[in-house]
């Protein structure tokens, strides 16, 4: 991944003290906390991660049940499902809960983390929906295809001394004769967007019936999918509303939308409250609901903590359970993808902060925090008590443990450490820190995400030659050549 700031220098990891199992067993960090109605017996949360392991049709799978089944060994307080898709539309191989023919998998994903966890893990599944994203398409495919010929594109040929070209063909083939800088110049920006980028809808893109109405049809899906989750044995939802997708788009700055779901704070907020509410009254109060949402978009006109702690009273005063807070990961700032794919929104700027590796200026250890940090102090001002969820480079006990200590967060995620080490929650609260197998925070798991392959960590083929001592023979990623999960811990000689 490029640098971002132009720095090429890696951060050191951070030195890593471990606690015996004593002063673990009495930290802050293994001490429980409720969020809303859950009970949770620690501050230890595995933060949702796309695996790429559902069937094309969306199910869970056998290396579905593999993989929440070796981080559900590790015995986090949370762990939360991948984003899933909560309507009834194909969507390649990322795990879907809008229909109930979806249940027996999801149910049986249930199972096998609590008795993996031996019930020590809450489980919650966070509901996603997003709007369509086309992959870059070849320039002649796009002018002779794609492009909606209209009156200005005439015009301009016209201006250019092109002739009028009444009939639609010549106008295509006038265009597709144009050198790049002009056929630019000739296209209106949102068109130039779809030839560079692929095309890509908005929430703004009110024209288009099913955008325009977003807003009625949301808040039933949202709700069908969470009692969905509920009747599938989940100890709850998390509602996402950040990153790239629908739910973060009207809550975005740059939602413009002049119907009462945009353009005003309060406009941006009614949406996502609607769908709280209408969630919450599916499933009712005993239910676990909370969000994940962006403490900073980090994008041009884009919304900063201000409007994260705005947002985060909001959802608060309306009742969510917690608060997870994220940062960037925006289609805005995307980097150009090749002719023939998708944008990733982990590209850009905004992505790197979303998921920072050691090339980052300043490091990733922690980085995130003070966005939860400002949000939870603003909700601890105003007599709320909403738990607040921390995440973006944390990896060791101090990290977690100083974190919680100044009120940063009440709860502390680490995704990628918990990918390179699914047993480093156990290992640490048992006093067996010294074993952990640390992430190096360089996204080669990230980059597998980037290209729809089965997220595995670098880390574990590392052992590939290390007979497993478990029954089943090691689970191969479709190239033959990586782990599906992450090696069993070792016993100590
Ligand atoms: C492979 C991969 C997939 C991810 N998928 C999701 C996702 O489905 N939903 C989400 O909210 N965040 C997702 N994230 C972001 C992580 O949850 C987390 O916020 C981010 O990696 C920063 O935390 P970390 O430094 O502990 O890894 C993903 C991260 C990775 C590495
Ligand atoms: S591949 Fe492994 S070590 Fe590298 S960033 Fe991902 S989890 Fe960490």
Not at 162 to 180: I, K, N, P, T, Y
Not at 354 to 359: A, L
Not at 369 to 377: C, E, K
Request: aromatic share 6%; net charge negative; hydrophobic share 40%.
């Amino acid at each position: 991944m490029a640098a971002p700031g132009g720095t090429q220098k890696r951060a050191p990891l951070p030195e890593a003290r471990w606690p015996s199992r004593d002063e673990a067993r009495a930290s802050r960090l293994f001490s429980p906390i409720h969020l809303g109605p859950l009970a949770v017996r620690a501050r230890t949360w595995v933060p949702a991660m796309v695996p790429w392991r559902a069937s094309d049709g969306g199910f869970v799978t056998d290396a579905v049940l593999d993989w929440y089944g070796r981080f559900a060994d590790g015995r986090p307080a949370v762990l939360v499902v991948e984003a899933t898709g909560i309507r009834d539309v194909p969507s390649g191989p990322l795990l879907r809960i809008g229909h109930d023919r979806f249940l027996p998998g999801l149910a049986e994903l249930v199972r096998v983390v609590r008795e993996r966890s031996e019930g020590h893990t809450a489980l919650l599944i966070q509901c996603i929906d997003f709007l369509s994203i086309r992959r870059r398409p070849d320039r002649q495919k796009f002018l002779e295809r794609f492009l909606a010929i209209g009156e200005h594109h005439r015009a301009a040929l016209l201006d250019l001394g092109l002739g009028s070209a009444a009939d639609e063909s010549s106008v295509r083939c006038a265009l597709l004769a144009l050198d790049e800088t002009t056929l630019l110049g000739v296209l209106e920006p949102r068109e130039r967007e779809d030839l560079l980028f692929g095309h890509r809808e908005r929430v703004t893109d009110t024209h288009l019936a099913h955008v325009r109405e977003l807003p009625e049809v949301l808040p039933g899906l949202f709700a069908d999918a969470a009692e969905r989750a509920q009747r599938a044995g989940f100890h709850g939802v998390e509602l996402h509303y950040a990153h790239a997708y629908t739910m973060a788009s009207f809550l975005s700055r740059t939602n413009t939308r002049d119907d009462g779901y945009g353009a005003t704070a309060e406009g941006r907020l009614r949406l996502p409250l609607e769908v709280f509410a209408a969630v919450r009254g599916r499933v009712g109060a005993e239910f676990c609901v909370g969000a994940r949402y962006l403490g900073d978009e980090v994008i041009d006109g884009g919304g900063r903590i201000e409007d994260a702690v705005v947002q985060g009273l909001a959802f608060a005063r309306a009742g969510m359970d917690f608060l997870s807070i994220s940062k960037g990961g925006k289609f805005d700032d995307a980097k150009q993808p090749k002719v023939g794919e998708a944008a990733y929104p982990y590209t850009g700027v905004s992505g790197h902060e979303c998921m920072p590796t050691v090339r980052i200026e300043g490091g990733p250890f922690g980085r995130n925090l003070p966005l939860a940090r400002a949000v939870r102090g603003a909700l601890r001002d105003a007599g709320l008590g909403t738990p607040v969820v921390g995440a973006g480079g944390i990896a060791s006990f101090d990290q977690a443990e100083d974190a919680l200590a100044r009120g940063d967060c009440d709860l502390v995620a680490a995704a990628r450490q918990s990918l390179a080490d699914p047993d480093w929650w156990r290992k640490v609260e048992e006093g067996r820190g010294a074993a952990v197998r640390r992430c190096v925070f360089t996204n080669y798991c990230e980059a597998l995400d980037q290209r729809h392959l089965e997220v595995t960590c670098q880390l574990w083929d590392r052992e590939l030659e290390t007979p497993d001592p478990g029954p089943k023979p090691v689970s191969m990623a479709q190239d033959g050549k990586r782990r599906l999960v992450a090696p069993p811990e070792q016993p100590s000689a």
